[in-house]
């Protein structure tokens, strides 16, 4: 991995736009070094559900900060903001530290095996980072109950499975 920051101060997930045309991101701040994930919605969607279903499989108390095992330090951090687009994530538990471990790695480099960024966090921040991304999802264009895609904030035309246009 080219860049380990460790615990960030900030961990916050955000997004920009109005909805259709919204971007997604973590936002991470190590030690004044903005560093931005941006990210897909389905992205972010699926991985506030892996959040929620690996603090259920691990089920630990996400305050106990007992026993913490030393981190790696920060390796190779750029001086100032630092900004990707995520091609993929992976999310794991680190027992010995009580830690989770979030991967990114960039969408330009599909094929590497190795991530670009790798951040940990406890159970509680990543709970808090996955609720409000349910919520960012959520604040999203309302489904159409009979296509399921995405409807416009002006007009929405879909054709159900009789070929009859609906509006």
Partial sequence: MKYDIGIPDTLKVESFGFPGERTFRIFLDNSGKNISLWIEKQQLFELAMAIKRILDIVNIDPKDTNDLEPLSEAKDMPLMNFEFTVGR??????????L????AYNITDNSSEEPLLAFYS???????????????????????????????LE???????????QI
Avoid at 129 to 151: D, T
Avoid at 157 to 164: A, F, K, L
């Fill in 89 to 98: 994530l992976s999310l794991a538990h680190k027992p010995n530290s009580n």
């Fill in 100 to 103: 989770f471990v979030v991967e």
């Fill in 122 to 152: 406890f159970g509680s921040q990543l709970d808090d980072l996955s609720e409000k991304a349910f919520k960012i999802c959520a604040a999203g264009r309302p489904m159409c109950s009979l296509c399921g895609e995405p409807m416009d």
């Fill in 155 to 165: 007009l929405h035309m879909c054709s159900e499975p009789d070929g009859i246009l």
